[in-house]
């Protein structure tokens, strides 16, 4: 198996599995995580999801012994990487867990994710210039959006490696999480949001990627909608009255 998955109480963590290639994302490994996430994204028990690989490498990117064989005619036609699109459709927030190498792909794969934990020792990049092409599963847009154009230009460009407190400091990464256990803090973290309501989890996601696809005003039209929307849900009612009673709320 490509990925592992481990079900935690309410988080699933999904953990990239050919350690002897880096994690690097063949066509197996892109399919089985995809479908994976697609599968639990639909069970009503599970509230957050943990993508990870190794101490060494979260993932070296996209499988270059796989793309070699390719030509121009092949990626076309099977539109090579358009599949990543469906994972930006999974509703569930997904939290990155990256130690090691995150490069070209893996660093995309991280910034398609909602939230990037990273540990001391991470490193980001996106190298595909050194391979003679260009970043393809959303690097130049999604690296674009969160550091800026200037520091975008300068990473892409030069292929140069990015340690983990520097792509903090741009806001490529949410957070680095230093001392011991790493995964046991991103878990902690992953949990906390697991208990919140799932629905407000889910429309926070939507509302937020909103804000990278519509311009101010349309977007806080939407946002006001999906605020409006979640006064039909008995999460709403448990959260405020809760908080009116001074308990714990029990979201369903
Ligand atoms: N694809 C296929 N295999 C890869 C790989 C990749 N992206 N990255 C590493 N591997 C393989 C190596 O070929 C090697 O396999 P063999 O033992 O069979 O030779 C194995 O993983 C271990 O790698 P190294 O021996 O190179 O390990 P290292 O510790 O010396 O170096 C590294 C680690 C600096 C990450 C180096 O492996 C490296 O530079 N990897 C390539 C990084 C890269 O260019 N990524 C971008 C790929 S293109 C892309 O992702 C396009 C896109 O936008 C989606």
């Excluded at 309410?10 to 994690?23: C, E, F, M, S, Y």
């Excluded at 990117?61 to 994972?87: L, P, R, T, V």
């Excluded at 999480?177 to 878990?187: A, E």
């Excluded at 996601?205 to 006001?224: C, H, M, P, Y």
Aim: aromatic share 8%; glycine share 8%; hydrophobic share 40%.
């Amino acid at each position: 198996m490509n990925v592992l998955f481990e079900k935690i109480d309410r988080t699933v963590i999904a953990k990239l599995n050919r350690p002897k290639h880096l994690n690097a994302l063949n066509s197996d490994i892109m399919h089985e995580l995809i479908s994976g996430l697609q599968e639990y994204d639909k069970q009503p028990s599970v509230g957050c999801f943990i993508i990870t690989g190794n101490e060494k490498a979260f993932c070296a990117g996209a499988d270059i012994k796989e793309m070699i064989q390719k030509d121009f005619s092949e990626m076309f036609h099977e539109d090579y990487f358009s599949y990543w699109e469906i994972f930006s459709r999974i509703k569930t927030p997904i939290i990155a867990a990256v130690n090691g190498y995150a490069f070209g792909g893996g660093c995309e794969l991280a910034m398609l994710c909602d939230i990037i934990y990273a540990s001391e020792n991470a490193v980001f990049g996106q190298p595909e210039i050194k391979l003679g092409v260009i970043p393809g599963i959303g690097g130049t847009q999604r690296l674009t959006k969160l550091v800026g154009k200037s520091k975008a230009m300068e990473i892409i460009l030069t292929g140069r490696n990015v340690p983990a407190l520097e792509a903090e400091k741009i806001g490529l990464v949410s957070k680095v999480l230093t001392g011991p256990n790493f995964m046991d803090q991103v878990l902690e973290k992953a949990q906390l949001l697991t208990t919140y309501s799932k629905t407000a989890l889910k429309a926070t996601k939507e509302t937020i990627n909103q804000a990278l696809e519509s311009s101010l005003k349309d977007g806080i039209v939407f946002e006001r909608k999906v605020f409006h929307s979640l006064f039909h849900t008995e999460n709403q009612v448990e959260g405020m009255s809760a908080f009116l009673e001074k308990r714990i709320p029990k979201f369903n």
